[in-house]
């Protein structure tokens, strides 16, 4: 399985290496979403299972309050809690048309994974923002017996 990672922001996330500016996603050549989009990819994004909760509190370029640094996912998708934010504040906001078309036809299920899936994810951020401890980290077996099954492959959006 792929990890496809959207949305991250190098004004809030510079350690990641998916991470594009604010105006790079501003000016992107990917789809810009309709209202009804809009919409859409909020409700699906604001119902994404937390992942990581990062002990910080947002704060928008123009000093707009954001909220906590919160990581959620959906098992396959995974994306910042602020990238709902931004897709609400500009409406030039480019999306992939590849996690639109995910989220339509997604958007009615439940969003749920497993604590084997969750633990599969932590560690793949650990991996998307380069936590150095990772190479002393004993990958427990059980976790690894999901890497062996899931890959460690990771797209970024």
């Not at 290496?17 to 309709?34: K, W, Y």
């Not at 980290?137 to 059980?142: C, G, K, N, R």
Request: proline share 3%; glycine share 6%.
């Amino acid at each position: 399985m792929i990890m496809k990672i959207i949305g991250l922001l190098e004004e809030h996330d510079s350690d990641s290496f998916c991470t594009r500016t604010l105006n790079e996603r501003l000016s992107g050549s990917t789809s810009i979403v309709s209202v009804k989009e809009k919409q859409m990819l909020i409700n699906y994004l604001n119902r994404g299972v937390p992942v990581m909760k990062l002990l910080s509190f947002l704060i928008d370029v123009d000093g707009e309050h954001i909220g906590p640094h919160v990581l959620y996912t959906d098992g396959i998708w995974l994306w910042p809690g602020y990238y709902s934010f931004y897709i609400q504040k500009y409406a030039q906001l480019s999306v992939s048309e590849e996690f639109i078309k995910h989220v339509e036809k997604k958007q009615f299920e439940d969003i749920e994974i497993s604590v084997s899936e969750k633990k599969y994810i932590e560690y793949i951020l650990m991996k998307v923002f380069k936590a150095a401890f990772l190479k002393k980290f004993v990958i427990p077996e059980e976790l690894q017996k999901i890497i062996d099954i899931q890959g460690e492959q990771i797209e970024c959006y």
